[in-house]
């Protein structure tokens, strides 16, 4: 059973930084490109950035982009999201998930990142 489990989400203050997590078991990691999906309360779910297989090409949405940054490390089944400069608006559920073919087919849990002062 293919396990995602995100950590490394809480409470920020504005303009801070945050560097979330996503531990991956129970397939080959390194075959499959990965990305995090974020949702606010009340909408819907946003992509917010993937990696491919190897790490070389990434794809960010424009709310994040020169904020966050997406890496993986292969030997350690471990995806990244370093996010800095952190807005309120950043306030969202973060989820791990697998991507084949372009789209979706398992999630983590999900880490909540809450943006307050």
């Known amino acids: 059973q293919v396990q995602l489990v995100e950590s490394g989400g809480g409470l920020v203050q504005p303009g801070g930084s945050l560097r979330l997590s996503c531990a991956a078991n129970?397939?080959?990691?390194?075959?499959?490109?990965m990305g995090w999906v974020r949702q606010a309360p009340g909408k819907g779910l946003e992509r917010v950035s993937d990696?491919?297989?190897?790490?070389?090409?990434?794809y960010y949405g424009d709310s994040v982009k020169g904020r966050f940054t997406i890496s993986r490390d292969n030997a350690k089944n471990t995806l990244y999201l370093e996010m800095n400069s952190l807005k309120p608006e950043d306030t969202a559920v973060y989820y791990c998930?697998?991507?084949?073919?372009?789209?979706?087919?398992?999630w983590g849990q999900g880490t909540q990142v809450t943006v307050s002062s």
């Open positions: 998930a697998r991507r084949i073919s372009g789209t979706v087919d398992y």
């Open positions: 129970e397939f080959t990691f390194s075959n499959y490109a």
């Open positions: 990696i491919n297989t190897s790490g070389g090409s990434t």
